[in-house]
Antibody, heavy 121, light 108 residues
Framework: QVQLHESGPELVKPSGTLSLTCAVS?????????WTWVRQPPGKGLEWIGE???????HYNPSLKSRVTISLDKSNNQFSLKLSSVTAADTAVYYC??????????????WGQGTLVTVSS | EIVLTQSPGTLSLSPGERATLSCRAS???????LAWYQQKPGQTPRLLIY???SRATGIPDRFSGSGSGTDFTLTISRLEPEDFAVYYC?????????FGQGTKLEIK
């Protein structure tokens, strides 16, 4: 069973950098699949942030691309999210997930429990 | 960039009834890279359907997906109390994922 667990500061100051880590168990991030981040502002819908491939290639949401970096830490079987120049609009529950290909179709099949990050001074 | 529009925003039904949720794309999804997720309050989203019509592992057969091109549908044949939640459609294309804004299925 694949499990993902987010961790990181719950409070970030405006203009600062949000940093989160997703620890993965039950799968090796260095072997296959894409590893992704999704966020959800309080009371709102889901927004895809970006993904990283086990080989290191990455894709980002164009609306966030200038501020986002996703990286892999294969030795610790975890991947990370950095979002710079944050504002109150970045306050959200941040989820990590596995983006896999089931037969010929992409889907997010395993998710972390999510962590609420608040941007406030 | 493809925009997914879900309708209705809120659907009020009773247990036992049939639910039909719509997801319309701003452009034709030629490869049907369309998935559906369920999210209950305070919980993580759960994959229901991938490839527009294939049920994910462990998903009851009362859930079904259909559609092609720009119009996709999630149908719940007979609503159970645990089905009342928010449902999102999701598309993958050009190395980007996009979610619809969600449909809230509430008990009437």
């Amino acid at each position: 069973q694949v499990q993902l667990h987010e961790s990181g500061p719950e409070l970030v100051k405006p203009s600062g950098t949000l940093s989160l880590t997703c620890a993965v168990s039950g799968a090796s991030i260095g072997n296959s699949d894409w590893w992704t981040w999704v966020r959800q502002p309080p009371g709102k819908g889901l927004e895809w942030i970006g993904e990283i491939y086990h080989g290191g290639a990455s894709h980002y949401n164009p609306s966030l691309k200038s501020r986002v970096t996703i990286s892999l830490d294969k030795s610790n079987n975890q991947f990370s999210l950095k979002l710079s120049s944050v504002t109150a609009a970045d306050t959200a529950v941040y989820y990590c997930a596995r983006a896999t290909w089931i037969q010929l179709w992409p889907a997010f099949d395993y998710w972390g429990q999510g962590t609420l990050v608040t941007v406030s001074s | 960039e493809i925009v997914l529009t879900q309708s209705p925003g809120t659907l009020s039904l009773s247990p036992g009834e049939r639910a039909t949720l719509s997801c319309r794309a701003s452009q034709s999804l030629s490869s049907s890279y369309l998935a559906w997720y369920q999210q209950k309050p305070g919980q993580t989203p759960r994959l229901l359907i991938y490839g527009a019509s294939s049920r994910a592992t462990g998903i009851p057969d009362r859930f079904s997906g259909s559609g092609s091109g720009t119009d996709f549908t999630l149908t719940i044949s007979r609503l159970e109390p645990e089905d009342f939640a928010v449902y999102y459609c999701q598309h993958y294309g050009s190395a980007l994922y996009t979610f619809g804004q969600g449909t809230k299925l509430e008990i009437k």
